[in-house]
């Protein structure tokens, strides 16, 4: 059964300007995030993670598949307008932000398509950690929108040069899986290598501080 609302993505109004986003609350519904909660990765460090290097249950195994299925990819060439046919798609986790996460940047040229899918328990409470889509990438303050990471909301849009956005400084767990469609398999393969590199370096890391 699926566990995203593909008719909520469908319904939620498309903002045009200054680029293309949504914002879809509840977009996994309530019922079904008490058990993703549960089947999170557990992830101790910042960053992004590939999927090929976390454990996981099920719970969140069903999520990442109906993320990748092509229900979905015709939900977004249809909100967008795009022809993702043959276009891969990464998937990325992140479970903890750092103080200096957040800064103000577009994302790789390489993504056409950004998701962000928050999978935090229940309701924002922080002031740092709210997603800001902005109009320039000097000002933090001049806001388009601003998004809570609650549990269930998800942030989409095209990735544009102009397509700014960061958030105020917080430290904790912050959930987020990041869906991205890519322009090419060279592409979806970079992304893998470099996510892996970096969770290995931090396990090492890791290591020899417990060391």
Known sequence: MPVIDIDAFR????????????VVPRFVPEVALEGIAADYPAIDRGGSFPLGALRFGPAFAALCDDLSGDALRAAFEEKFDMDLTGRPTTLTVRGRCRPKDGRIHTDSRSKLITVLLYLNEGTWQAEGGRLRLLRSATDLSDCIAEVAPDGGTMLCFHNTPNAWHGHAPFDGERRVLQ?????????????????????????????????
């Open 179 to 211: 869906l991205n469609w890519v322009t090419g398999e060279a592409a979806a393969r970079s992304s893998e290598r470099r996510h892996g590199l970096s969770a290995l370096l931090k396990r090492i890391g890791s290591r020899r501080r417990r060391n």
């Open 11 to 22: 319904a939620a109004p498309l903002a045009e300007s200054p680029f293309r986003y949504a």
